[in-house]
């Protein structure tokens, strides 16, 4: 199986500042590669997919880049509402596999 | 308007079954793969498995012995089935559609989640 390595568990950030979270793959996983949202209580939330790629209705703010074993997710511009725990999920070969999560908290 | 929808037990008891039922719209089940996904204290996000757009499946080697994943294409229902339940089961289960575009794979929409408690 394929092993993503998410970095950092947690962040600790301000409004208006810009964050970076990375995951790293154990293996080439060819950018497929998403991001996801998650608040508590709720579903996880799409955001990027095939690392780069923003869904439909994510604001510009989010952004994601990488290739081969090494992706990472920026948020610009931090709001209130970004306050979550992001994950990340390779979809390039079974049984996909998701990162640790990194729980985001706006100070 | 797609739309995912998962309805299950709150509460089973160990050695017992989980039988959750997705109900989805706004889309065909014919045309998607639809996943599995738990979330639980001890493990995370875990993939489950999958029903193929033509109806077959596969399973995560982990959970194997005691998944089963079915639907129902005319009442737009995907079933999951577990049994032997114990109480490192309990978690929120998950389904979602995966879309394919080109070489992109990957979870677009996902339910809302059951909570499962496993416990006597």
């Known amino acids: 199986d394929i092993q993503m390595t998410q970095s950092p568990a947690s962040l600790s950030a301000s409004l208006g500042e810009t964050v970076s979270i990375e995951c790293l793959a154990s293996?080439?996983?060819?950018?497929?590669l998403a991001w996801y949202q998650q608040k508590p209580g709720k579903s996880p939330q799409l955001l990027i997919y095939?690392?780069?790629s923003l869904q439909d209705g994510v604001p510009s703010r989010f952004s994601g880049s990488g290739s081969g074993t090494q992706y990472s997710l920026k948020i610009n511009s931090l709001e209130s509402e970004d306050a979550a725990t992001y994950f990340c999920?390779?979809?390039?070969?079974?049984?996909?596999?998701f990162g640790g999560g990194t729980k985001l908290e706006l100070k | 308007q797609v739309q995912l929808k998962e309805t299950g037990p709150g509460l089973v008891q160990p050695t017992q079954t989980l039988s959750i039922t997705c109900t989805v719209s706004?889309?065909?089940?014919?045309?998607?793969?639809m996943q599995w996904v738990r979330q639980t204290p001890g493990k995370g996000l875990e993939w489950m498995g999958f029903?193929?757009?033509?109806?077959?499946?596969e399973y995560n080697s982990e959970f194997k012995s005691r998944l089963s994943i079915s639907r129902d294409t005319s009442k737009n229902q995907v079933f999951l089935k577990m049994n032997s339940l114990k109480t490192e089961d309990t978690g929120v289960y998950y389904c979602?559609?995966?879309?394919?575009?080109?070489?992109?794979?990957?979870?677009?929409?996902w339910g809302q989640g059951v909570m499962v408690t496993v416990s006597s």
């Open positions: 979602a559609r995966e879309t394919t575009e080109g070489s992109s794979y990957y979870f677009d929409y």
């Open positions: 706004g889309f065909s089940l014919t045309s998607y793969y």
């Open positions: 029903i193929r757009s033509g109806g077959s499946t």
């Open positions: 293996e080439d996983i060819y950018n497929n």
């Open positions: 095939y690392a780069s």
């Open positions: 999920l390779q979809d390039s070969e079974y049984p996909p596999t």
